[in-house]
């Protein structure tokens, strides 16, 4: 089933998210193809870390294509100037297109997703739905001013923005497209459950990580931590993740009901402060 939930045309959001496996069929590898200007870029990333081993375990493909390779003149030309004058240079509509084509081609179910500060914001959900849905996706990666507007009209299914900044180009946005959703794949991770846990994933923030040495510059762990106790120190967990995410995100539980279990945690969190500043 095709998605949509960005149409460039109308600049509005519409659509559902589906999965597009029922429960206990396998899952097949999630295709990830980058059209760019500076394939290499992208081929350096996917050649480490938890990209690398999704990779090599044939859970995600990631192929970059060099949008130059289709160009026809001598100087393998992929911008020109703008109609109706102004600075900058804008991607030429010809190879880019033709790119799109064969990627299309080669992957005719794919999504294709244009990076673009103008799109919608990517956040932890929408990396979510998009390894659910486990659409191959076609990333066009700009540069210059950006891509000229019959191509993002005719051929481009979905606009992404990493955030409310202009960088140079899409090649930093694929890849964090790319590293995010291949996180959420699951096998990916080789822990199934350390993605669940992570940052956003349950509407707060993490709790914090310790490790050896027991003492760091005269600083302990926590004794909860080394006390073996998983009852106390799941406990524990909770209640730091409540807390860091009520200092610093607070935004993320004030716009979510938050479980009975929080509630709990919270509330006991709550007691001990008014226990440290009773008079
Ligand atoms: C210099 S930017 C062009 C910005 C464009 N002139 C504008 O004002 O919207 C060049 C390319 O970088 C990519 N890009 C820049 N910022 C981005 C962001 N926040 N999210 C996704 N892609 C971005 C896009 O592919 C864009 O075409």
Redesign the pocket.
Request: proline share 8%; net charge negative; glycine share 26%.
């Given at each position: 089933m095709k998605l949509k939930f960005f149409s460039p045309a109308t600049g509005g959001a519409c659509g559902i998210f589906e999965p597009a496996r029922k429960a206990g069929q396998k899952r097949r590898a999630m295709n990830f193809t980058v059209l760019t200007i500076f394939p290499e870029m992208v081929d350096a990333f996917s050649q480490h870390g938890i990209v690398r081993r999704a990779v090599e375990s044939g859970t995600i493909s990631c192929r970059t294509v060099d949008i130059r390779d289709y160009t026809k003149d001598r100087h393998r030309t992929v911008d020109d100037r703008p109609y109706g004058g102004g600075s900058?240079m804008v991607m030429k509509p010809e190879p880019l297109a033709a790119a799109i084509r064969d990627a299309r081609n080669a992957y005719p179910s794919a999504r294709t997703v244009?990076?673009?500060?103008?799109?919608r914001g990517f956040t932890q959900e929408a990396a979510r739905h998009l390894a659910d849905a486990a659409e191959d996706l076609i990333l066009v990666?700009?540069?210059?001013?950006?891509?000229d507007e019959r191509v993002c009209q005719g051929l481009i299914d979905d606009e992404?923005?990493?955030?409310?900044?202009?960088?140079?180009?899409?090649e930093v946005?694929a890849m964090i497209v790319i590293d995010a959703v291949t996180r959420l794949i699951p096998g990916a991770l080789g822990g199934e459950d350390s993605a669940e846990k992570e940052t956003f994933v349950q509407g707060r923030i993490e709790h914090a990580h310790y490790t050896r040495p027991p003492v760091f510059e005269g600083e302990p762990v926590p004794e909860v931590l080394v006390s073996g106790n998983h009852a106390r120190i799941e406990a524990w967990r909770l209640e730091t993740s409540l807390v860091r995410t009520l200092l610093k995100r607070p935004d993320l539980l004030l716009e979510r009901a938050l479980t009975p279990e929080e509630k709990k945690a919270l509330k006991a969190w709550c007691r001990k402060v008014e226990t440290l500043v009773a008079d």
């Open positions: 900058g244009l990076l673009t500060p103008q799109g990666c700009g540069r210059y001013e950006g891509i992404i923005s990493v955030g409310d900044y202009v960088l140079s180009g899409g946005p």
